[in-house]
């Protein structure tokens, strides 16, 4: 269930962060690891800087409830908590800065509607946003290459020498695509 993986995260974040104590969080959860991310942030222990990145996330999720609840079929667990949808996610700490990264059209966000394609709406699936972020929309990307470019984007504003080690990434791997899958 969706409190049972926000329970592993925020454990497992909490460990890492004892562990490796920094002195600004940047958080990045793509898809459904942006969902989890939102709607745990609201009780993260951390006080510093921080700021969460969610990207070509179904924050809102799908709405499956009422006469659509048949549509559910035999999802269990996160992917039936996902189908039926998300209520408001608790507000961030003040310490706490969201931007939620939204493509326009999303192959994966419409795949998982199956059949119902047609009658699903990717701008409302992801229309979730937490208190006081800010959101930014991508015609250009879909949902697995947004991720690269708005992490490469991003982390250039917290580290401007990023520029210098991007361009001297003779493979070719972009950061983002070390997660992907």
Same mark, same amino acid.
């Not at 709406?121 to 949902?143: C, M, T, W």
């Given at each position: 269930?969706?409190?049972?993986?926000?329970?592993?995260?925020?454990?497992?974040?909490?460990?890492?962060?004892?562990?490796?104590?920094?002195?600004?969080?940047?958080?990045?959860?793509?898809?459904?690891?942006?969902?989890?991310?939102?709607?745990?942030?609201?009780?993260?222990?951390?006080?510093?800087?921080?700021?969460?990145?969610?990207? !070509?996330?179904?924050? #809102?999720? =799908?709405?499956?409830?009422?006469?659509?609840?048949?549509? *559910?079929?035999?999802?269990? &667990?996160? %992917?039936?908590?996902?189908?039926?949808?998300?209520?408001?996610?608790?507000?961030? !700490?003040?310490?706490? #800065?969201? =931007?939620?990264?939204?493509?326009?059209?999303?192959?994966? *966000?419409?795949?998982?509607? &199956?059949? %119902?394609?047609?009658?699903?709406?990717?701008?409302?699936?992801?229309?979730?946003?937490?208190?006081?972020? #800010?959101?930014?929309?991508?015609?250009?990307?879909?949902?697995?290459? *947004?991720?690269?470019?708005?992490?490469?984007?991003?982390?250039?504003?917290?580290?401007?020498?990023?520029?210098?080690?991007?361009?001297?990434?003779?493979?070719?791997?972009?950061?983002?695509?070390?997660?992907?899958?």
């Amino acid at each position: 269930s969706a409190q049972e993986i926000s329970d592993r995260f925020l454990s497992d974040l909490n460990a890492f962060l004892r562990e490796h104590p920094v002195q600004e969080l940047v958080l990045f959860g793509s898809s459904a690891g942006g969902v989890t991310a939102a709607y745990s942030i609201g009780k993260l222990d951390f006080d510093g800087p921080a700021a969460l990145h969610t990207m !070509a996330s179904p924050l #809102k999720g =799908y709405d499956l409830t009422g006469y659509r609840a048949t549509f *559910l079929g035999d999802r269990q &667990g996160y %992917l039936r908590d996902i189908a039926i949808g998300f209520g408001p996610f608790e507000a961030p !700490a003040p310490n706490m #800065k969201v =931007y939620h990264h939204k493509t326009v059209t999303d192959s994966a *966000l419409l795949e998982y509607c &199956g059949d %119902l394609a047609t009658f699903c709406n990717v701008r409302e699936i992801q229309n979730n946003n937490l208190a006081g972020s #800010k959101e930014f929309f991508y015609p250009q990307y879909d949902h697995n290459d *947004l991720m690269g470019p708005v992490i490469r984007q991003v982390l250039k504003c917290y580290n401007p020498q990023m520029n210098e080690t991007l361009a001297q990434n003779q493979r070719g791997v972009a950061m983002g695509d070390l997660c992907t899958g």
